[in-house]
């Protein structure tokens, strides 16, 4: 076999050059592969990103490069997730890796992350070993299986044994000397893959040879056709030989795995883990910066996000009222305006279950979710309440590959006519509706009472919004209009709490949807519980009145003062 060449320096350097832009690379390195008949080191590029597979074009392009710089020797492309994924399965070709790596390039910041999420090496030695020896343990008992056979004369069954066992094998070797199994191929495909890392098994089957060719393709033929042979003659002989070459090959992937172990665990005798800072989880954490770039987090991870804007938080919200005692401490409410690639039903309702959740209550969200496209269609309030965040809040995730948000914007001068005449229609409606409950004309049946109350309180809630915020929401759930309400409003909350069990039976009750008339049966809310909510409804709208009147007053009182001016 041709020594391996280690190229100069600037021909390495060149060559990265290249992959570089072939290629988005975390890392390239080099670690010594002195094992199954291979001497010198192989060549890893590792890729920033989550690949299911590598693509063989990718390789085809890498080889071109390999070519034009005269590098020869053995390479690997991975990412940098399946590099993760290896090492925490346990896996002792990638601990070699690990172990005695060479970075001839690295993108620090990637780099570094990857290697934040590696496992400690100790732990991973255990495991692999644990597994590695699992796996001899299947192919010392189906070597036991094939002896049986050929004890029996089933020689049929013999071959299948044994070629099941040449694959179990191939597959143990291709982990120890190239991190992967290749399951699915051929004995001369699996042979073929496995000389470039141990060439030792170039000897398993001679394919120039007829003779061991027509063995192969024996042990093939028995395989597909197992169990109807028909009238296949195996000789005795024949099975003989391919159960030594197994046992031959059972021997020395014995010794591959031995020389593994032997160097991981020498070098394990020295090795330095690197230095990691304890992640601190987001009910642990007490700043809110980092508060929010967790949740930034957790909703990059979720949804295919463009842009992520804070523009407001409350230490008092809705949902406060329902959180256990120990976790009320501390509650923090952040509103997140999110732009992202498309939008999925109940987005925002799900991923602010799962910050709550992950925060322990520590942390809670109101999500304004929105596709990136409506930046460029919506207009009048809309427009003016995106401009208005995007240009005074503060962003918190910026999609690097999108280029079509966020030069600055200044928010245009705000036209209070039409959410004016917005509030007008939804007050008329919510007007009509309280006579409605007023009259005792639904009273008869808390279902109906419910539904018309629900809409009341989500006329008045949009109405404000709009005034307030220029903002017209796409989800509606009471407790969601509600939280958003809050926002220019904190006394909101209070009107509607759920610290009792009554207090949550009536807002269930608040919070029907009208679809649910379809399946409604026995009322379950007692008539002294409905008119404590309907007391709360009154209430609600008497100061949304009074808010709103005051707010109109001082806008408009704004706008002339600006005019004069």
């Not at 390039?105 to 590696?118: G, P, Q, S, V």
């Not at 197994?246 to 795995?257: A, D, I, P, S």
């Not at 006519?417 to 409950?437: C, G």
Request: hydrophobic residues 35%; glycine residues 6%.
């Amino acid at each position: 076999m041709d020594a391996i060449v280690i190229p100069p320096e600037k021909e390495f350097e060149a060559l990265i050059n290249d992959l570089r832009v072939l290629m988005d690379v975390t890392a390239v390195t080099l670690h010594e592969s002195n094992t199954a008949g291979k001497t010198g080191d192989i060549l890893t590029i590792i890729m920033e990103g989550n690949f299911t597979e590598i693509a063989s074009e990718m390789y085809d392009r890498a080889e071109k490069l390999f070519e034009k710089h005269s590098v020869r020797m053995p390479y690997k492309i991975v990412d940098s997730a399946n590099v993760i994924h290896k090492l925490k399965d346990g896996n002792l070709y990638y601990l070699k890796w690990y172990l005695t790596g060479r970075p001839l390039f690295k993108n620090d910041a990637a780099y570094t992350k990857m290697i934040e999420k590696l496992p400690a090496a100790q732990g991973v030695f255990l495991k692999a070993t644990k597994h590695v020896l699992q796996m001899f343990g299947k192919a010392d008992a189906m070597g036991r299986g094939a002896q049986h056979y050929m004890g029996t004369n089933s020689h049929q069954l013999a071959l299948l044994t044994i070629h099941q066992n040449i694959i179990l094998l191939f597959g143990i070797v291709g982990e120890l000397t190239s991190g992967k199994a290749y399951s699915g191929k051929s004995i001369n495909d699996q042979q073929g893959i496995t000389e470039e890392f141990a060439p030792a098994f170039s000897k398993l089957f001679d394919r120039s040879n007829l003779a061991e060719a027509e063995l192969v393709e024996l042990l093939h033929t028995v395989t597909r056709s197992f169990p109807y042979t028909g009238n296949l003659k195996i000789k005795k002989e024949t099975v003989v030989t391919t159960y030594k070459k197994m046992q031959w090959m059972l021997k020395e992937t014995r010794k591959v795995y031995n020389e593994q172990l032997s160097s991981c665990e020498v070098t394990l005798t020295t090795f330095q883990e690197p230095v990691r800072e304890k992640s601190l989880k987001l009910s642990e954490t007490n700043d809110e910066n980092t508060a929010l770039d967790k949740i930034s987090r957790i909703i990059t991870k979720t949804i295919k996000t463009e842009t992520i804007y804070c523009f407001g938080k409350n230490e008092a919200v809705l949902q406060k009222d329902t959180l256990a005692d120990d976790e009320k401490k501390g509650s923090i409410n952040f509103y997140l305006l999110v732009f992202e690639d498309g939008l999925t039903p109940n987005t925002a309702h799900d991923l602010a279950g799962k910050i709550r959740s992950k925060s322990k209550g520590k942390y809670t969200v109101t999500l304004l979710i929105h596709n990136v496209t409506e930046l460029g269609t919506e207009q009048a309030d809309q427009k003016y309440f995106f401009d208005k965040v995007i240009s005074s809040g503060q962003q918190l995730y910026l999609n690097p590959e999108q280029h079509t948000i966020l030069n600055s914007v200044t928010p245009q001068q705000r036209n209070l006519a039409p959410a004016i005449e917005y509030l007008h229609y939804r007050n008329t409606i919510a007007n009509i509706l309280l006579e409605h409950v007023a009259d005792g004309y639904d009273s008869s049946y808390t279902h109906l009472t419910g539904i018309l109350l629900h809409h009341v309180v989500e006329q008045a809630c949009l109405a404000m919004i709009r005034l307030f915020l220029g903002y017209s929401p796409n989800y509606f759930t009471i407790g969601y209009l509600l939280e958003i309400c809050v926002h220019f409003s904190p006394e909101i909350a209070n009107f509607f709490p759920a610290r009792t069990d009554q207090d949550k039976r009536i807002l269930k009750q608040l919070s029907r949807q009208p679809w649910t008339l379809r399946y409604s049966g026995k009322d379950i809310v007692s008539t002294d519980e409905m008119e404590l909510l309907e007391g709360r409804c009154n209430e609600f709208v008497a100061h949304v009145h009074t808010l709103v009147n005051k707010g109109l007053e001082d806008m408009q009182g704004k706008d002339k003062s600006e005019n004069q001016n």
